[in-house]
């Protein structure tokens, strides 16, 4: 197997960080050297303990100075921050990269930091559950799932990363940015909105109405609370660096249950049928997609 | 064991209904004889070749006449017609109750046909999945989930009723109509009109986009496609039925959208985590209810 790239740094050791190290352990040649950081020092010592990085180290410097590639798998909040620490120390030619869930704002957060003997292009694992933290990655988590390289046009590097992350087990595809962000707005962003509204929402209830309505929380309430129980630094920093596509996407919805409001006001018995039978056939397509 | 009841009737022969034949069939006793109706034929001729059920009637009126319980297991707007068609052919102290997820509708809709030798006691299971038809049951579907008796006091029928549906594998508690019907408005009716709304929503994109967030449909979208994949006939009739509630609730949800919605145009980081933090807990405590 050939090594794509021999040093490895990852910053950021929550479930995207983590992952990729134990995938790397799992998936990698054994001669890849991984360097560790995160900002939490108890993160970093969970990481020691549990013997997937080949470094966890103390100073971010100490962590990105050896590297060919550096991987920031942070909230999009923090990257500008991170980015400016680690510019002075990146190695010529290496690859920074990032995991964000939005990129417009990464792009502009990070590319003036970085020297133009090195090279930045953002990515994105489609890939997650509602668990965040150190303990909570592992090495299948991008099994399958898509990997999406931002960029206008293939160039070497672009093809290198590419390798590196279906090493780890993802399809890789490759897409523009500004369609990245409103792919992520509507499959990602919204939804994950919605589901912290409802479960606010029923939080909000009266004392006795809101324990009866955990005791009893049937699917849908229940599927919603999972989602809404991801990471709250990681949203907070996705709806602020993403705000515009995903504002369209909410408008849309708006106009559309207003219209489902209605129907239900006029017990439209028809109208709701309609758009229930509709929805039906693009789960059919998620699962002919194998994405389901 | 003790025989609750020796003749059960299940008229709906949909996820719910071939479910308690088949939990009949593992859970009770043997000689409970069990009577099978569903206006689809082609329901009908499924459970047959399913062996399920003791006898798969043709007709309506054998389904009912010799049965100690009758459980209709229908849509609930077809409630009405079919206690109209059922009341003649009771026998005398036969015990009805249906599974519907409204219960102030049913009641209105059922009680005033059922004979004054008879009982009517709503009923309604918190379980089900998104699939539907008579293929979709299985035994353990009940299985440590609540079963709703909706009485205001507890009677011989109501308790023989319970001990019926423990059987089966649930945990039976008595509610009160009005309560059931804001319960089930949070917890799944309004999940399952948000779900299919954002799917809808996502369905009228143009059809690039369209297409790739059917390819690259991220957790959370693809949750809401499962539930917005539940049977829309079944939902028309929940929405019309119990849409004082829905409405009700509908309004605190657009309220607090509304809110989060100017969070995230006016950037307020802050108000958003604050938020995202508040709904992590309520997930913590169904976990500890047991029903995640």
Redesign the interface.
């Known amino acids: 197997m050939t090594i794509i790239f021999n040093k490895v740094s990852i910053i950021g050791l929550g479930l995207i960080g983590t992952s990729i190290l134990h995938a790397i352990k799992v998936k990698e040649d054994q001669k890849v050297l991984t360097f560790a950081y995160d900002i939490n020092p108890e993160h970093r010592s969970i990481v020691s303990e549990m013997k997937i990085a080949t470094y966890v180290c103390d100073d971010i410097k100490e962590t990105v100075q050896e590297a060919d590639l550096i991987i920031l798998a942070i909230p999009v ?1 923090s990257m500008k921050s991170v980015a400016n620490l680690i510019a002075p120390h990146l190695k010529p030619e290496a690859l920074v990269t990032d995991t964000g869930s939005t990129k417009l704002s990464v792009i502009k957060d990070v590319m003036s930091f970085i020297p133009t003997n090195n090279y930045f292009i953002p990515s994105h694992p ?1 890939a ?3 668990y965040s933290g150190p303990r909570s990655g592992f090495s299948a988590l991008f099994e399958n799932r ?1 990997w ?1 390289i931002v960029c206008d046009k293939e160039t070497k590097q672009t093809k290198e990363l590419a390798l590196f992350f279906k090493k780890l087990g993802s399809i890789v595809e490759t897409v523009n940015v500004d ?1 990245h962000d ?3 707005a ?20 009266e004392s006795d ?1 809101k324990n ?18 991801s990471d ?2 990681m ?3 996705i ?2 660096n993403n ?1 515009e596509a ?2 369209e ?2 408008q ?3 106009e ?2 207003s219209d ?2 209605k ?3 006029k ?1 439209d ?1 028809e109208k ?2 309609s ?12 699962i002919d ?1 194998g ?2």
Chains 1, 2 share one sequence.
């Open positions: 909040g489609l997650g559950t509602e898509y999406l369609y409103r792919i992520l509507i499959t990602s962003h919204l939804p994950h909105l919605i589901a912290y509204t409802i479960v606010g929402t029923a939080s909000d209830l109405l009866d309505v955990i005791k009893y929380s049937a699917s849908g309430f229940r599927d919603f609370t999972r989602i809404a129980s709250p630094i949203w907070r920093d709806f602020v705000s995903v504002l996407m909410l849309r919805f708006n559309d249950l489902l409001q129907a239900i006001r017990k018995g709701l049928h758009f229930f039978s509709r929805t039906k056939s693009i789960r059919e397509r998620i997609a994405q389901s």
